[in-house]
Nanobody, 132 residues
Framework: QVQLVESGGGLVQAGDSLRLSCAAS????????MGWFRQAPGNEREFVAA????????VYSDSVKGRFTISRDNANNTVFLQMNSLEPEDTAVYYC?????????????????????????WGPGTQVTVSS
């Protein structure tokens, strides 16, 4: 069982930055692929970013690429989402998630899942509101 707790959300203005954190329980955090997803009012939950175990490869959605950065601190069982140049469209509840299955390689490149069904454990979420 893995427990995840997000923090760092809040109300900011457009153009501001926020750093979200997700603390994970368990002794094998370094073996998890970690992802961030978000859900805006009236919308389905969508993929934001993910980071693999091992070499820490990352993948981002097109809507946040170049503005958001995902990173991890395996020593402290924490994954971060640095969000810069925030836009009102980034307003959502942000969730972190853990994929505890083994890493998959495709043609020698680590595969990082972006679909929700690949992730086994989820945090309760943290609200991010960006005003214009």
């Amino acid at each position: 069982q893995v427990q995840l707790v997000e923090s760092g959300g809040g109300l900011v203005q457009a153009g501001d930055s926020l750093r979200l954190s997700c603390a994970a329980s368990g002794r094998t955090f370094s073996l998890y692929t970690m992802g961030w997803f978000r859900q805006a009012p009236g919308n389905e939950r969508e993929f934001v970013a993910a980071i693999s175990r091992g070499d820490g490869s990352t993948v981002y959605s097109d809507s946040v690429k170049g503005r958001f950065t995902i990173s991890r601190d395996n020593a402290n069982n924490t994954v971060f989402l640095q969000m810069n140049s925030l836009e009102p469209e980034d307003t959502a509840v942000y969730y972190c998630a853990a994929d505890v299955h083994g890493v998959v390689y495709i043609h020698g490149v680590v595969y990082i899942p972006t679909r929700q069904s690949a992730y086994d454990y989820w945090g309760p979420g943290t609200q991010v509101t960006v005003s214009s």
